[in-house]
């Protein structure tokens, strides 16, 4: 099997997805909290509607949603339309599921295998790496982790640029879990400060351990990380990227022929080194830049807290080999990635052994990738961004092929609803970038599409709202169907309280109400209460008690039409990313697509990998 599509079959999935999605963009075009105020329901074809309406949360897990249900129980025909867009989804959506990856069972989800001692603290990773880390955040760079060392290792780099590192989890793991000289980029001042607090606790803890044990416990150690306040400018030029890099700290020194990464630091030994002196490394080393954009909505369905933000088939194949392209998985599932995706093989501490995932694949797409005899330049490095925000993602894919300092890439992408596109050059939430003379002009330079193929395509579009439901998380939802939670009453509260309003203001549409705390387990009148002051309403407006509780106990229904824009977001993920690696493939740049994480627990776990070749010791950018 090949280890990806090629150029035309990537063209062709293409193509179908955009002709797919413009079929149905009445549903993934719509916002759930006019499900009463624009009639929805009402938008659906009659025989939908008789199919859909009277199901339980856990038949439209099952009926819907999961793709992995085989032997589906239904309680009346339904039509072969609605059969033919769930299996179409279903195939055209890449797979989420990770090579090995046991599969969710029917009651809920499953943790993996890491969390099962204890829900809280991977068990794959050393406890230094563990201190201020979310079980999810754990999960992430212990897998992003190892794959980056891998492709240093592949490429002869050792330098790392993490842009939009936040508070340094990544950065810290690369850098005295596995030995690289990592700079990390980032936005937010706070996030910086606490990056370089948290070095500092590593350190003194590292340095405690080893006096009582009079040993080191960390020999892989590499120099302390730089963390560097900036903002990448979308706008900008890779040498100005590279400049911010250099710019970083007062230590840094240029190598000849290029901006240099590669600093004048002392690497870590946390044998010998006292705390003085690792809080000298660690609080010494000012460095680098990148955008940090939050994941916090503009509507109350975005923050509505039912869904998780960050942010394939059935047994009805023969609906779907006339309107499909059969979507085959774009990773080599080699046993090799097979024990990274189950850890099953990381059993040393602190850091544990990594496999090489990478031998696999990578030589798979580049042949000639071990025939390099020449070491790279010391500027080299490789670039990763994990869930880099908007057209972050974009930006560092660009500064990959456009820079010959940036050696392989490993994209996580993030909140896809604030990236700029031709009809929505400035989305809400997004910074506009700072007019200086480095930049250059960027009308062209959208972060959809970013391939010519796409940009011809004549149904490409991808609203905003199609973006922003690309990022919801699909198997949370499957879980809270097949539990019944309460919190699926959240959209039909927020649609009910929409039509209030409309009630009162027509012309005040979709206005952002902010999440209301716990607010599935408050009586409709109590949220009316709180809601509506934030949109200048008075608390005690008065409403129809009776209109509200007929639409309340339309619940079921509001949860279906969800459900069905839900089934449409994996398939608008995969344009998005599909387009960046067609960019790529124009560029002459063959990447894959790397269902890395848990998708449970991570729902955005794609990773785009690609890796410049090498020939006879010559680059070829």
Request: hydrophobic share 35%; with cysteine; proline share 6%.
């Amino acid at each position: 099997m090949s280890a990806t599509f090629s150029e035309q079959q990537q063209k062709d999935l293409a193509k179908r997805i955009a002709s797919f999605l413009s079929r149905y963009k009445h549903i993934s075009d719509s916002y759930i909290i006019e499900f009463f105020s624009e009639n929805l329901w009402e938008t659906l074809p009659e025989g939908w509607q008789r199919a859909l309406s009277d199901l339980t949360a856990p038949q439209v897990a099952d009926l819907l949603l999961d793709k992995d249900i085989r032997n589906r129980t239904y309680s009346s025909v339904w039509p072969l339309s609605l059969l033919a867009l769930r299996a179409t989804a279903h195939t055209l959506a890449f797979p989420r599921t990770p090579p090995g990856h046991q599969v969710q069972d029917t009651v809920g989800l499953l943790k993996p295998e890491e969390f099962i001692s204890n829900r809280s603290q991977s068990s794959l990773l050393g406890h230094i790496f563990r201190k201020h880390v979310k079980p999810k955040k754990q999960h992430e760079i212990r897998k992003l982790g190892t794959l980056v060392k891998q492709l240093c290792d592949q490429t002869l780099c050792t330098n790392v640029v993490d842009v939009g590192s936040g508070q340094g989890h990544l950065t810290r793991f690369l850098s005295f879990g596995l030995g690289l000289d990592v700079t990390g980029i980032e936005a937010d001042p706070n996030l910086v400060s606490m990056a370089s607090r948290f070095d500092g606790q590593l350190l003194l803890t590292l340095a405690k351990e080893n006096h009582k044990t009079g040993m080191s416990q960390l020999s892989t150690a590499g120099p302390a990380p730089q963390h560097v306040l900036g903002w990448v400018n979308p706008r900008a030029t890779w040498e100005v990227f590279l400049q911010q890099l250099s710019k970083g700290g007062e230590e840094s020194e240029s190598y000849p022929g290029t901006v240099g990464l590669c600093k004048k630091r002392q690497r870590v030994s946390v044998s010998d080194q006292g705390p003085e002196v690792e809080r000298e490394l660690v609080h010494g080393s000012q460095h680098l830049c990148t955008e940090e954009c939050s994941s916090a909505a503009d509507t109350e369905e975005r923050q509505s807290p039912s869904l998780l933000h960050q942010h394939d088939g059935d047994n009805s194949h023969h609906v779907t080999q006339s309107l499909a392209v059969r979507a085959e998985p774009l990773f080599h599932s080699n046993s090799v990635l097979n024990q990274l995706c189950k850890g099953d093989s990381l059993n040393e501490s602190p850091v544990r052994a990594m496999p090489n995932i990478t031998s696999g694949w990578t030589s798979a797409i580049y042949p000639d990738v071990h025939s390099c005899n020449k070491r790279p330049n010391r500027s080299d490095f490789v670039l990763t961004g994990l869930h880099a925000c908007g057209d972050l993602s974009a930006t560092l894919l660009r500064h990959f092929v456009n820079c010959p300092h940036v050696q392989a890439i490993t994209s996580v992408a993030c909140c896809y609803m604030k990236i700029t596109t031709k009809e929505n050059p400035t989305p809400p939430g997004v910074v506009p970038p700072p007019l200086s003379d480095n930049s250059k002009d960027a009308s062209q330079s959208f972060g959809y599409p970013m391939s010519e193929w796409v940009k011809g395509l004549a149904q490409h579009e991808l609203s905003y709202k199609a973006r922003e439901g690309a990022c919801h998380a699909v198997e949370d939802y499957i879980h809270r169907l097949r539990e019944e939670s309460a919190l699926l009453k959240t959209h039909c509260y927020r649609a009910a309280l929409e039509s209030i309003i409309r009630a009162e203001r027509p012309h005040l549409r979709r206005a952002g109400i902010q999440t209301i705390k716990k607010a599935h387990m408050l009586a409709f009148s109590e949220y009316a209460r709180l809601g509506l002051p934030r949109v200048g309403l008075p608390a005690d407006l008065p409403f129809d008690h009776v209109s509200v509780e007929n639409m309340l106990e339309q619940q079921g229904r509001v949860v279906v039409y969800f459900s069905l824009a839900l089934l449409l977001a994996p398939v608008v993920e995969t344009l998005v990313l599909l387009d960046r690696m067609l960019f790529l493939q124009e560029r002459g740049f063959q990447s894959q697509l790397v269902p890395l994480f848990d998708s449970a627990l991570s729902p955005r776990n794609l990773v785009l990998v690609a890796v410049k070749p090498k020939a006879d010791g010559e680059e070829t950018h």
